[in-house]
């Protein structure tokens, strides 16, 4: 066993599998919560660079814990032959609504204030913040027993959430109904593309029985996301997806709308 593979043995210590609303969860629900109130409060005049730092920070420590991951899930030690193996895990390539705050935000970060930016963030506010109040809410299903792993699911969601919260909150992104447009055309992009991915992968023959679906979608393997998965099971390929788009809309309005009702409780004297 060489140096990289004992640092990676390292990073897969264990723990007892947390639950939601176990004291792990809250801990990270309780330091989000407070990080977005002092955010909020702590607003300086240069809130440009602010932004540029948050979404810097965000990014870069999301990636660092997803290649982590991707590492550590990726390899395997077998105990009686004292060998490790290396085999990539499909299921779990990174490119999930979920993971996409990460590339948003770096790419954001680098941008000047205009329309490019905008729509960029308007995704963040409106929509990639499905997956992190739904994370937030009711985690069980993303806890596993690898510490690691863990972290980088708190950090992952919880961190996109403050920045999706941040945006809003701090009038970056107003909820304004083209900016909401904007948001999901940007998902409708991204959406797309998992879909091609899904059909390069499935068709590339690399998966040797393994699991390949990205955003869900997937014709070729059940949802896991759920109702989705029986909507899947119940009616024709294209429905199923268009439902799944129809939702995701309606659950970025509802966003827009609650963020367009506090904004307006915000004005009045």
Same mark, same amino acid.
């Given at each position: 066993?060489?140096l990289? #593979?004992?640092?990676v043995?390292?990073?897969?210590?264990?723990? #007892?599998?947390?639950? %939601?609303?176990?004291?792990?969860?809250?801990?990270?629900?309780? =330091?989000? &919560?407070?990080l977005i109130?002092?955010?909020?409060?702590r607003?300086?005049?240069?809130?440009?660079?602010?932004?540029?730092?948050?979404?810097?920070?965000?990014? *870069?420590?999301?990636?660092?814990?997803? !290649?982590?991951?991707?590492?550590?899930?990726?390899?395997?030690?077998?105990? =009686?032959?004292?060998?490790?193996?290396w085999?990539?895990?499909?299921?779990?390539?990174?490119?999930?609504?979920?993971?996409? @705050?990460?590339?948003?935000?770096?790419i !954001?970060?680098?941008?000047?204030?205009g329309?490019?930016?905008?729509? &960029?963030?308007?995704?963040?506010?409106?929509?990639s913040?499905?997956g %992190?109040? =739904?994370?937030?809410?009711?985690?069980e299903?993303?806890?596993?027993?690898?510490?690691? $792993?863990? &972290?980088?699911?708190?950090?992952?969601?919880?961190?996109?959430?403050?920045v999706?919260?941040?945006?809003?909150?701090?009038? #970056?992104?107003?909820?304004?109904?083209r900016?909401?447009?904007?948001?999901?055309?940007?998902?409708?992009?991204?959406a797309?593309?998992a879909e091609?991915?899904?059909?390069?992968?499935?068709r590339?023959g690399v998966?040797?029985g393994?699991?390949?679906?990205?955003?869900?979608? %997937?014709?070729?393997?059940?949802?896991s996301?759920?109702?989705?998965?029986?909507?899947?099971?119940? $009616?024709?390929? @294209?429905?199923?997806l268009?439902?799944?788009?129809?939702?995701?809309? *309606?659950?970025?309005? *509802?966003?827009?709308?609650?963020?367009?009702?506090?904004?307006?409780?915000?004005?009045? @004297?």
């Open positions: 066993m060489n990289f #593979e004992k640092i043995r390292f990073l897969q210590f264990e723990m #007892e599998r947390p639950h %939601s609303y176990g004291w792990f969860h809250l801990l990270w629900l309780g =330091a989000s &919560l407070a109130l002092f955010l909020c409060l607003r300086e005049k240069d809130h440009e660079r602010s932004l540029r730092t948050l979404l810097l920070i965000y990014g *870069l420590g999301a990636l660092l814990l997803e !290649a982590v991951k991707q590492i550590i899930w990726s390899y395997s030690f077998d105990p =009686a032959t004292g060998t490790g193996v085999d990539y895990q499909w299921y779990a390539f990174p490119f999930q609504l979920c993971t996409t @705050p990460i590339f948003v935000s770096l !954001a970060a680098f941008l000047k204030k329309p490019a930016r905008d729509w &960029l963030l308007s995704f963040l506010a409106f929509v913040i499905l %992190s109040l =739904a994370t937030a809410l009711y985690p299903s993303c806890f596993v027993s690898t510490v690691m $792993v863990d &972290l980088h699911t708190m950090y992952l969601h919880l961190g996109s959430l403050v999706s919260v941040y945006l809003l909150a701090t009038g #970056e992104i107003r909820p304004r109904f900016n909401l447009l904007r948001g999901f055309a940007v998902f409708l992009i991204f797309a593309l091609l991915l899904n059909l390069a992968v499935y590339s998966l040797q393994e699991s390949f679906n990205m955003f869900y979608i %997937s014709p070729w393997f059940p949802s996301l759920p109702v989705f998965d029986r909507i899947q099971a119940s $009616v024709p390929f @294209p429905v199923f268009l439902s799944y788009l129809l939702a995701v809309f *309606l659950g970025a309005l *509802l966003v827009f709308l609650t963020a367009r009702l506090l904004a307006g409780r915000k004005r009045k @004297p």
